[in-house]
Protein backbone atom coordinates (compact mmCIF):
# COMPACT_ATOMS: atom_id res chain seq x y z
CA UNK A 1 0.00 0.00 0.00
CA UNK A 2 0.89 3.48 -0.65
CA UNK A 3 1.62 6.21 2.76
CA UNK A 4 -1.11 7.87 1.52
CA UNK A 5 -3.07 4.99 1.89
CA UNK A 6 -1.58 3.84 5.45
CA UNK A 7 -2.06 6.79 6.80
CA UNK A 8 -5.61 7.70 5.88
CA UNK A 9 -6.56 4.55 6.87
CA UNK A 10 -4.56 4.99 10.49
CA UNK A 11 -6.52 8.27 10.74
CA UNK A 12 -9.73 7.37 9.99
CA UNK A 13 -9.53 4.05 12.82
CA UNK A 14 -7.81 5.92 15.35
CA UNK A 15 -10.37 9.16 14.89
CA UNK A 16 -12.97 6.72 15.13
CA UNK A 17 -11.97 4.55 17.90
CA UNK A 18 -10.82 7.62 19.59
CA UNK A 19 -13.94 9.90 19.40
CA UNK A 20 -16.05 7.12 20.63
CA UNK A 21 -13.82 6.02 23.85
CA UNK A 22 -12.39 9.35 24.98
CA UNK A 23 -14.81 12.75 25.85
CA UNK A 24 -11.22 14.90 25.96
CA UNK A 25 -10.72 16.66 22.87
CA UNK A 26 -6.90 16.74 23.62
CA UNK A 27 -7.19 13.14 24.43
CA UNK A 28 -9.54 12.38 20.50
CA UNK A 29 -6.19 14.15 19.18
CA UNK A 30 -3.37 12.36 20.67
CA UNK A 31 -4.30 9.03 20.23
CA UNK A 32 -5.24 9.63 16.42
CA UNK A 33 -1.63 11.33 16.20
CA UNK A 34 -0.35 8.22 17.46
CA UNK A 35 -2.58 5.64 16.05
CA UNK A 36 -1.75 7.77 12.56
CA UNK A 37 2.44 7.84 12.92
CA UNK A 38 2.28 4.00 14.34
CA UNK A 39 0.36 3.47 10.71
CA UNK A 40 3.38 4.28 8.59
CA UNK A 41 6.18 3.31 11.17
CA UNK A 42 6.82 0.24 9.61
CA UNK A 43 7.78 1.64 6.19
CA UNK A 44 10.95 3.01 8.22
CA UNK A 45 13.37 0.68 6.18
CA UNK A 46 11.75 2.48 3.03
CA UNK A 47 14.20 5.57 2.01
CA UNK A 48 11.56 8.12 0.21
CA UNK A 49 8.73 6.95 2.73
CA UNK A 50 6.29 9.45 4.64
CA UNK A 51 7.89 8.49 8.04
CA UNK A 52 11.78 7.97 6.93
CA UNK A 53 11.45 12.13 5.14
CA UNK A 54 10.82 12.83 9.15
CA UNK A 55 13.23 10.25 10.58
CA UNK A 56 15.82 10.55 8.17
CA UNK A 57 18.61 9.58 10.90
CA UNK A 58 16.63 6.56 11.80
CA UNK A 59 15.65 5.53 8.48
CA UNK A 60 18.87 5.76 7.18
CA UNK A 61 20.62 3.51 10.10
CA UNK A 62 17.45 0.97 9.81
CA UNK A 63 18.10 0.85 6.20
CA UNK A 64 21.28 -0.31 7.15
CA UNK A 65 20.62 -3.46 8.85
CA UNK A 66 17.55 -4.07 7.05
CA UNK A 67 16.03 -4.77 3.94
CA UNK A 68 11.96 -3.71 3.44
CA UNK A 69 9.35 -6.18 4.80
CA UNK A 70 12.30 -7.63 6.85
CA UNK A 71 11.74 -7.57 10.80
CA UNK A 72 9.89 -3.99 10.62
CA UNK A 73 6.73 -5.48 9.05
CA UNK A 74 6.13 -8.12 11.65
CA UNK A 75 4.14 -8.80 15.07
CA UNK A 76 7.85 -9.65 16.89
CA UNK A 77 8.79 -5.73 15.70
CA UNK A 78 5.39 -4.57 16.77
CA UNK A 79 6.01 -5.88 20.05
CA UNK A 80 9.58 -5.05 20.61
CA UNK A 81 8.27 -1.12 19.66
CA UNK A 82 5.68 -1.51 22.62
CA UNK A 83 8.58 -2.80 25.04
CA UNK A 84 10.65 0.18 24.12
CA UNK A 85 7.07 2.20 25.00
CA UNK A 86 6.58 0.62 28.13
CA UNK A 87 10.50 1.34 28.95
CA UNK A 88 9.99 4.97 27.99
CA UNK A 89 6.79 5.69 29.53
CA UNK A 90 8.28 3.62 32.85
CA UNK A 91 11.66 5.32 33.00
CA UNK A 92 11.70 8.83 31.93
CA UNK A 93 9.23 10.14 30.11
CA UNK A 94 5.45 9.93 30.87
CA UNK A 95 3.47 9.06 27.85
CA UNK A 96 -0.66 9.31 27.79
CA UNK A 97 -2.13 6.06 28.89
CA UNK A 98 -3.50 5.02 25.89
CA UNK A 99 -0.11 5.70 24.18
CA UNK A 100 -0.16 1.82 24.08
CA UNK A 101 -3.46 1.05 22.69
CA UNK A 102 -3.00 3.76 19.96
CA UNK A 103 0.26 2.61 18.91
CA UNK A 104 -0.93 -1.02 18.63
CA UNK A 105 -3.99 -0.12 16.30
CA UNK A 106 -1.94 1.62 14.35
CA UNK A 107 0.95 -0.60 13.51
CA UNK A 108 -1.23 -3.34 13.15
CA UNK A 109 -3.07 -1.38 10.33
CA UNK A 110 -0.04 -1.65 8.16
CA UNK A 111 0.28 -5.32 8.74
CA UNK A 112 -3.17 -5.93 7.98
CA UNK A 113 -2.76 -3.64 4.89
CA UNK A 114 -0.07 -5.03 3.72
CA UNK A 115 -1.08 -8.75 3.76
CA UNK A 116 -3.50 -8.08 0.97
CA UNK A 117 -0.38 -6.75 -1.43
CA UNK A 118 1.52 -9.00 -3.44
CA UNK A 119 4.64 -8.89 -1.08
CA UNK A 120 2.95 -9.78 2.02
CA UNK A 121 3.52 -10.12 6.08
CA UNK A 122 5.55 -12.34 7.25
CA UNK A 123 3.25 -12.83 10.42
CA UNK A 124 5.06 -15.90 12.19
CA UNK A 125 8.46 -14.31 12.07
CA UNK A 126 10.94 -15.88 13.28
CA UNK A 127 9.63 -18.93 13.39
CA UNK A 128 8.21 -19.67 9.27
CA UNK A 129 9.86 -16.77 6.99
CA UNK A 130 7.45 -17.19 4.34
CA UNK A 131 5.35 -13.72 3.89
CA UNK A 132 1.52 -14.40 3.85
CA UNK A 133 -0.51 -12.58 1.25
CA UNK A 134 -4.05 -12.64 0.74
CA UNK A 135 -4.70 -10.84 -2.65
CA UNK A 136 -1.55 -9.87 -4.15
CA UNK A 137 -2.54 -6.81 -4.78
CA UNK A 138 -0.25 -4.09 -6.55
CA UNK A 139 -0.37 -0.95 -4.10
CA UNK A 140 -1.08 2.23 -6.57
CA UNK A 141 -3.62 -0.33 -8.82
CA UNK A 142 -7.49 0.44 -8.67
CA UNK A 143 -8.12 -2.82 -6.59
CA UNK A 144 -4.98 -1.53 -4.36
CA UNK A 145 -7.78 1.95 -3.54
CA UNK A 146 -11.24 -0.51 -3.57
CA UNK A 147 -9.14 -2.66 -1.01
CA UNK A 148 -8.08 0.48 0.93
CA UNK A 149 -11.66 1.09 0.96
CA UNK A 150 -13.31 -2.11 2.23
CA UNK A 151 -11.17 -2.04 4.99
CA UNK A 152 -11.72 1.71 6.12
CA UNK A 153 -15.42 0.39 6.28
CA UNK A 154 -14.59 -3.07 7.91
CA UNK A 155 -12.62 -1.34 10.75
CA UNK A 156 -15.15 1.68 11.48
CA UNK A 157 -18.15 -1.29 11.65
CA UNK A 158 -15.81 -3.61 14.39
CA UNK A 159 -14.83 -0.22 16.22
CA UNK A 160 -18.60 0.74 16.36
CA UNK A 161 -20.00 -2.69 17.14
CA UNK A 162 -17.07 -3.07 19.43
CA UNK A 163 -18.36 0.16 21.59
CA UNK A 164 -21.91 -0.62 21.21
CA UNK A 165 -21.49 -3.84 22.71
CA UNK A 166 -19.71 -2.45 25.84
Not at 26 to 35: D, H, L, M, R, W
Not at 131 to 139: E, R, T
Request: with cysteine; glycine share 6%; aromatic share 12%.
Amino acid sequence: MTGTQHISLGFTMGITAACLTFNEPSTVAGFTAICTVASIFPDIDVKNSKIAQKLKISSFITRLFLKHRSITHTPLFLGLTCWLIHIISTKSILLPDYTMKAWIMGYMIHLIQDTFTSGGIKWLFPLWLKPISLLKIKSKSFLGYITSFVLYGIGVALILTNIIRL
